[in-house]
Nanobody, 124 residues
């Protein structure tokens, strides 16, 4: 069974940084879309950053220039480096994997497998 395990969340003041890590078990990240999503209370899942099947990253506009997605295919591990964090970044962050078309990489719909989530809280 595919498993995704996130770590690295926590509480930080505005302007701070965090690095999220997602280890994927029994799944080859290099062949599928993999990415980070977040869900704030009362809101739907939002795509934050993701790779398509060709390894091309995409970011939602609100995090461009602040967040960086990276991956280590040899370790089946996905990272999200978050800098200049804002209170609006507060959410549960999930990593996910699945089959998607390149333009779908930031949509949660085609992702089949999800981690349990890690909380990120940014205080002002």
């Amino acid at each position: 069974q595919v498993q995704l395990v996130e770590s690295g969340g926590g509480s930080v003041q505005a302007g701070g940084s965090l690095r999220l890590t997602c280890t994927v078990y029994r799944y080859t990240t290099s062949r599928y879309c993999v990415g980070w999503f977040r869900q704030a209370p009362g809101k739907e899942h939002e795509g934050v950053a993701a790779y398509d099947v060709y390894g091309t990253p995409g970011y939602t506009d609100s995090v461009k220039g602040r967040f960086t997605i990276s991956q280590d295919n040899a370790k089946n591990t996905l990272y999200l480096q978050m800098s200049s964090l804002k209170p609006d970044d507060t959410a549960m962050y999930y990593c996910a994997a699945g089959s998607c078309l390149p333009w779908e990489r930031l949509s949660p719909v085609p992702y089949n497998f999800w981690g349990q989530g890690t909380q990120v809280t940014v205080s002002s």
